[in-house]
């Protein structure tokens, strides 16, 4: 008899555990589902720590990329080719602590010859011939050695190539009241390895006037 129903049989052994069997069923492929869901999870979360761990890499020397975080910063082998923070770095620090250098060097300085006209510029002058600085440069500086005219304004162009690409230009005044002539300042952009430098000199009044002039650089 039933205990809660004394009126109604017990129901047979066999189907009350086959009813709890069931249920350990149901409850067992619930828990595989549940699994299932976290095995996803846990490969979803692995996948998105590998793509975060990609974003830490170093990308390689002097990439163009600029789709995360680490191409703007780039590679400490990023040279002045680069575009990265680093490389723009690298080439400030060369600007600033490189070891100057002058052309020539131990050696007479060019000599630049104005044109007749007043202020037309000369033809090309070379003062850097073609495969002598082996270095990606830039100029900082016209060094003045002579002039042969005092109270008079020059004007200097450099150019850098074969296609003599004009690169800075300067002037300078000879005084015979003020102690000869002072350097020029000069800043250009870098300029390939091996590249010429020639030059145009013009003065004021004309008169085909001479200077003669070096050239402080440093290489990167």
Known sequence: ?????PSMPDPPVHAVISAQVADVDTNVDSVNVNVDDVDTSVAGVAAQVTVVDGFHDVPTADSADNNQMRDV?????DTYDGDSIFAHAHIVEDHIH????????????????TANG??????FIEIVPINTITSVFDIHEVIIEDVGTADKTYELVLYAGAG??????????????KGGVPNAT????????????????AIQDGGNKIAVVCLRYHTY
């Open 186 to 201: 000069m800043q250009t952009p870098i300029i390939a390895a091996n590249s010429r430098i020639r030059a145009k000199l």
């Open 118 to 123: 007043d202020w037309e510029l000369s033809a």
């Open 73 to 77: 910063l780039g590679n400490k082998s």
């Open 98 to 113: 490189k070891e100057q250098k002058v052309y020539p060097t131990l050696a007479d300085g060019a000599n630049l010859a």
């Open 164 to 177: 003599d690409v004009e690169v800075g230009r300067t002037r300078f005044a000879a005084s015979a009241t």
């Open 1 to 5: 008899m039933s205990i809660n129903n």
